[in-house]
């Protein structure tokens, strides 16, 4: 008797993003082409070159992280704490109403690129400045990557694998592939999984600015900073915020009467072997990720409707990311292809970013809507696809890719079907 493969489906989402926190106002933020870009309050950025980063606004950590806790944690956890609460209730699996059976094959995997480094940031600050009595006596455990996910785990009583993906900008993309294959394998029926990066901090953005890759043409008007595919674009903004979701076996999704957002049906990744920070010119790498990506599940060029893009907003990126499309997709069906870059509204959350435009394409996929790019202002004569530029626009996806590239010459990228 044959067996039927096990099928991957979305089940919950949850958001904490500058555009909007909730699923909700990410929707309507995203759908709007809101920015979310402002200036910088975290810290005292007046001193500085770059003056603006993808804030989330008015968020309550202490709604999620007691206060006498909150001097030992990283901003990551109520950042994903609150994300990963919307997505278990959206999918109908909060902890308390799970057997210890079902929460044994209940894993938590998470992508972040930078995890604790903001917080590990302040620990030396204080150490340097003689503050000893300040510092957190969890300075090694939080600071260590891995534990962010056994955060998540005790929070809800999860038992299952708790795993950190930490593989630059691709993370939280990978993080929901390593999902998918456990839970295609057999080995579990359901993931807490996404991402989540905290990582505006004096000393990150610093480190940026010596690259001489984030934007400082755009402190007077923040909403403008983030500009992928535009002619003048000159680097990207830095942001924050969580994107979590439930990835759960088909069946078991369906035995149960859970709403199934989507099915993640293919990934592919590749790394160029080339830079610790450039990438190709010729784009093969990171269009063979999204062949790759194509060949799992089953479909051609032909077949996508919708493409959710890196889109950084440096020279550099834009330019060869246009290519690989070009490369992936064919000449003559990339530029039929619409396209959009969610960093035009948020920044680049770094190891997040992935699970961003996950969350953005399931917002395109639910309303039949695709988001903008904006501040597409001048179009770039390298950049010459269809980025939906300005304002949105209405259009029924069946099958949509995501796609991401990191430092490291890293390359990945996913297929959605939509499933409604």
């Given amino acids: 008797m044959r067996t039927m493969k096990r099928r991957c489906v979305i089940t919950g989402m949850g958001v904490v993003s500058p555009n909007g926190t909730g699923k909700q106002a990410f929707a309507e933020g995203t759908l709007a082409g809101s920015s979310g870009v402002r200036r910088i309050t975290r810290f005292d950025a007046s001193a500085i070159e770059v003056q603006i980063a993808g804030e989330v606004p008015d968020f309550d950590e202490l709604a999620w992280v007691e206060k006498k806790e909150r001097k030992h944690v990283s901003r990551i956890l109520p950042l994903a704490f609150c994300a990963a609460t919307e997505a278990l209730k959206s999918a109908g699996l909060e902890s308390p109403s799970l057997s210890l059976?079902?929460?044994?094959?209940?894993?938590?995997?998470?992508?972040?690129?930078?995890?604790?480094?903001?917080?590990?940031?302040?620990?030396?600050?204080?150490?340097?400045?003689?503050?000893?009595?300040?510092?957190?006596?969890?300075?090694?455990?939080?600071?260590?990557?891995?534990?962010?996910?056994?955060?998540?785990?005790?929070?809800?009583?999860?038992?299952?694998?708790?795993?950190?993906?930490?593989?630059?900008?691709?993370?939280?993309?990978?993080?929901?592939?390593?999902?998918?294959?456990?839970?295609?394998?057999?080995?579990?029926?359901?993931?807490?999984?996404?991402?989540?990066?905290?990582?505006?901090?004096?000393?990150?953005?610093?480190?940026?600015?010596?690259?001489?890759?984030?934007?400082?043409?755009?402190?007077?008007?923040?909403?403008?900073?983030?500009?992928?595919?535009?002619?003048?674009?000159?680097?990207?903004?830095?942001?924050?915020?969580?994107?979590?979701?439930?990835?759960?076996?088909?069946?078991?999704?369906?035995?149960?009467?859970?709403?199934?957002?989507?099915?993640?049906?293919?990934?592919?990744?590749?790394?160029?072997?080339?830079?610790?920070?450039?990438?190709?010119?010729?784009?093969?790498?990171?269009?063979?990720?999204?062949?790759?990506?194509?060949?799992?599940?089953?479909?051609?060029?032909?077949?996508?409707?919708?493409?959710?893009?890196?889109?950084?907003?440096?020279?550099?990126?834009?330019?060869?990311?246009?290519?690989?499309?070009?490369?992936?997709?064919?000449?003559d069906r990339a530029p039929q292809v619409p396209m959009s870059a969610l960093k035009s509204q948020i920044g680049h959350p770094q190891g997040a970013c992935g699970a961003a435009g996950v969350a953005a394409t399931l917002v395109a996929m639910q309303h039949g809507q695709l988001p903008p790019t904006i501040n597409l202002e001048t179009p770039s004569p390298e950049c010459d696809l269809d980025y939906v530029p300005a304002a949105g626009r209405m259009r029924t996806i069946e099958h949509a890719v995501c796609n991401c590239i990191a430092f490291g010459s890293k390359n990945s990228a996913l297929v959605l079907r939509n499933v409604a």
Avoid at 150 to 171: A, K, M
Avoid at 190 to 203: E, F, M, W
Wanted: hydrophobic share 35%; aromatic share 8%.
């Fill in 101 to 331: 059976e079902e929460r044994r094959r209940f894993g938590v995997i998470i992508g972040t690129g930078g995890g604790s480094q903001e917080f590990t940031e302040e620990q030396y600050r204080l150490y340097f400045q003689g503050q000893v009595s300040k510092m957190s006596l969890f300075c090694i455990p939080t600071g260590v990557m891995g534990s962010i996910s056994s955060e998540l785990n005790v929070r809800f009583n999860l038992r299952g694998p708790s795993h950190v993906i930490t593989t630059g900008c691709t993370s939280s993309t990978d993080a929901m592939a390593y999902s998918m294959r456990q839970i295609e394998s057999g080995r579990l029926d359901a993931v807490l999984t996404g991402g989540a990066d905290a990582p505006i901090s004096l000393g990150t953005v610093r480190g940026f600015i010596l690259m001489r890759i984030l934007t400082e043409r755009w402190n007077h008007a923040p909403e403008k900073g983030s500009r992928p595919f535009s002619a003048d674009r000159d680097g990207f903004v830095l942001a924050e915020g969580a994107w979590m979701f439930v990835l759960e076996e088909h069946e078991h999704a369906r035995a149960r009467g859970a709403n199934i957002l989507a099915e993640v049906c293919g990934y592919g990744s590749t790394c160029e072997a080339y830079h610790r920070v450039r990438l190709m010119e010729c784009g093969e790498e990171p269009a063979r990720a999204i062949g790759l990506a194509l060949k799992q599940a089953g479909i051609s060029p032909a077949n996508v409707d919708y493409v959710n893009l890196h889109g950084t907003s440096t020279q550099l990126n834009d330019r060869i990311e246009t290519r690989a499309l070009k490369l992936a997709l064919g000449e």
